[in-house]
């Protein structure tokens, strides 16, 4: 290639992407990438551990080798996607919270099995997509209270820290008290501690990574103590899919069910309202909203995440979905998708080290700090909410409490849009509420009865 032709292909390059638009770099812009992938890297280890049949789920799981790899495959295709169509600097994978929405609630919960509900998880992935390229999509964005919203996301996050420190130990079930706190003359208990103490340090330090350095340190502390196996292998070729691919397709007819439609409901809300708040707010750090705060490409930036939930779901795994981490890459200065290209790069490299991120997956102890510490992180959102309004407060704190409470993400979010039409006509407001909010009341009362009568 000549040297003209090498600067053309870098100039139009730099067009598409508005790399010196920007004011940044390829070399920046790579390892802003770079970052990101640390920073949330901690997937590859805590999905498999949530949604394998190696973790909690037993043989009602997922084949775990299946799930690394569905996980590195989905996060290549959302981020790719979202790089090179919407050209933000974000990268997607597997979302924590609707990962545990889909073991605890879905398949254990339920009694819904894992193929089936991956069927329902490519459904959401489908009306996303629509809603992401018409104008309804912010509509519904409209129609929800945003209390309810910061709720959602609020309550998700105590749900996965209660996840967490359960399968660490930290807290055990009781016949008198429901839950007390574990033992912590128990070894694997102690390595969870010591996990959940290095990972807030390295987070309060300010480490981009900090969830994986904390796995790493508790992995290796693990392996000194005997308490976590050495890994056979460090690389191996990809596989597994041959158990999960197409599953979801081959079980759409199982898929439509009074049940499944609140599994889709659910999985669909969480992700459209998750990926919208992630979305705008990692382009405003960026300083990529407009003027006026809208969010350019706002169409192909959705239909990303939507691809990237229906394509994971084909493949294997939960609801993928833009990731918060990505905030690590944009500031370390990613401003364009050649930062979401070289992330998507490091899950393609990543894929071939299952033996290691196995070892992880299978120690509960390991991976019950990253699910406490991403709860925590999830649930800053209750301090924006209007507590001083009580026809916010109430339903937002229902929403909150009975997710963890009841073990179940779908409980609570419908548990709160049933308070809130209520509380909103019993303020005199009922006005104020959105037709949709009325339907996805009446939906979750039927939802209700239905579990009454099962």
Known sequence: MTIDAQSGAKGRVDAYFGISRHGSTVKREIMAGTVTFLAMSYVLAVNPAVLGDHGTLGAKGIPTQAVFT????????????????????????????????FAYSVVLGMG???????????????????????????????????????????????????????????????????????????????????????????????????????????????????????????????????????????NLPHAFTGQMVIVVL???????????????????????????????????????????????????????TAYVESTAGVSAGGRTGITAISTAGWFLIAMFLFPIFDVVAGASSVTAPALIVVGVLMSRSLGQIDWSELEYAIPAFITVIMMPLTYSIANGIAMGLLFYPIVMVAKRRGREVHPVVWVLAVIFLAYFFFLANR
């Open 70 to 101: 569905a996980t590195a495959v989905a996060a290549v295709v959302g981020t790719l996607v979202m790089g090179l169509w919407a050209r933000y600097p974000i990268a997607l994978a597997p979302g924590m919270g609707l990962n545990a929405f």
């Open 112 to 250: 819904i099995h894992w193929q089936v509900a991956l069927s329902g998880t490519l459904l959401s992935g489908v009306i996303f997509f629509v809603l992401a390229i018409t104008k309804i999509r912010e509509k519904i964005i409209d129609a929800i209270p945003m209390q309810l919203k910061l709720a959602v996301g609020a309550g998700i996050g105590m749900f996965v820290a209660f996840l967490g420190l359960k399968n660490g130990g930290l807290v055990v079930a009781s016949e008198s008290t429901f839950v007390h706190l574990g033992d912590f003359t128990k070894g694997t208990t102690l390595l969870a501690l010591f996990g959940l103490l290095i990972t807030v340090i390295f987070l309060v330090i300010g480490w981009h990574g900090a969830v994986l350095y904390g796995i790493v340190a508790t992995t290796i502390v693990g392996i000194v103590s005997g308490l976590v196996p050495l890994p056979h292998s460090v690389v191996s070729l990809p596989h597994g899919l041959d158990q999960t691919f197409g599953q979801a397709i081959v």
């Open 266 to 320: 659910t999985m669909l809300f969480v992700d459209f309202f998750d990926a919208s708040g992630t979305l705008i707010g990692i382009a405003n750090q960026a300083g990529l909203l407009t003027p006026e705060g809208k969010l350019p490409r706002a169409a192909q930036a959705f239909a990303s995440d939507s691809v990237g939930t229906a394509a994971g779901a084909i493949i294997g795994t939960s609801t993928t």
